[in-house]
């Protein structure tokens, strides 16, 4: 998964509980990505970040937060979960030099809100 | 919109044979993309496309990008066990620097 690593791989909320995913990058890309991929959606891009300490909103951002405070590191927030959000979440980064539309994928973290 | 359309949504297929799935869009782009997600697994870029009628191979996988730039094509040729999955085409964003629309995917299973 091209050096993207992704911090946990499983986790089960109750609604209202919080909690942070980690993806982190050995790659030294400027662009990072948080898609969420549901069944028969494909995948949907939540938030995304440019560059270290920039961050963006994508298609489906509500109910997320996200912090890019280092160049290797993306951060996204769940402050309350609901059961709308248990889905697979995917980390990506692209553009090792420039902007690049090719994107690499970490192997994702399975939530379930219940 | 820029809505991307795959066809087959799914296909079962015999090893040895060929397959082609397509994607389509109203939308006209510059870049087409193919990725493969196994089971459990996160997308794994496959192929990139960067002008039109261009036709790029990786190993068994040929993919086209088509020349009214509205669609693209992948074949996978002599197919094997290892080839099952799901196959996902993506286009940028207009107005975007890095940003993709994905479509939702093609599922492949290979019967022995």
């Known amino acids: 998964n091209a050096g993207v690593t992704q911090t946990p791989k499983f986790r089960v909320l109750k609604t209202g509980q919080s909690m942070t995913l980690l993806c982190a990058q050995d790659?030294?890309?400027?662009?990072m990505y948080w898609y969420r991929q549901d069944p028969g959606m494909g995948l949907r891009l939540i938030h995304y970040?440019?560059?270290?300490?920039?961050?963006a909103k994508g298609e489906v951002p509500d109910g997320y937060n996200v912090s890019r405070l280092k160049k290797q590191n993306f951060l996204l927030g769940l402050e309350s979960a609901a059961p709308s959000q248990t889905s697979v979440y995917f980390c990506?980064?692209?553009?090792?030099?420039?902007?690049?539309?090719?994107?690499?994928f970490g192997p994702g973290t399975r939530l379930t809100v219940t | 919109g820029q809505q991307l359309n795959q066809s087959p949504q799914s296909m079962f297929i015999q090893e040895g044979e060929d397959v082609s799935m397509n994607c389509t869009s109203s939308?006209?782009?510059?870049?087409w993309l193919w990725y493969k997600q196994d089971p459990g697994e996160g997308p794994v870029l496959l192929i990139a496309?960067?002008?039109?009628?261009e036709l790029t191979s990786n190993g068994r996988l040929t993919a086209q990008f088509g020349i009214t730039r509205k669609d693209s094509f992948l074949n996978i040729s002599a197919s094997i066990p290892s080839d099952v999955g799901i196959y996902f085409c993506?286009?940028?964003?207009?107005?975007?620097?890095?940003?993709?629309?994905f479509g939702t995917g093609t599922r492949l299973q290979v019967t022995l």
């Open positions: 990506a980064i692209s553009g090792f030099s420039g902007p690049s539309y090719e994107q690499y």
């Open positions: 790659m030294n890309h400027e662009y």
């Open positions: 970040s440019v560059g270290e300490g920039t961050t």
């Open positions: 939308s006209i782009f510059n870049t």
């Open positions: 496309l960067y002008k039109a009628g």
């Open positions: 993506a286009a940028p964003k207009t107005g975007t620097a890095s940003k993709l629309t």
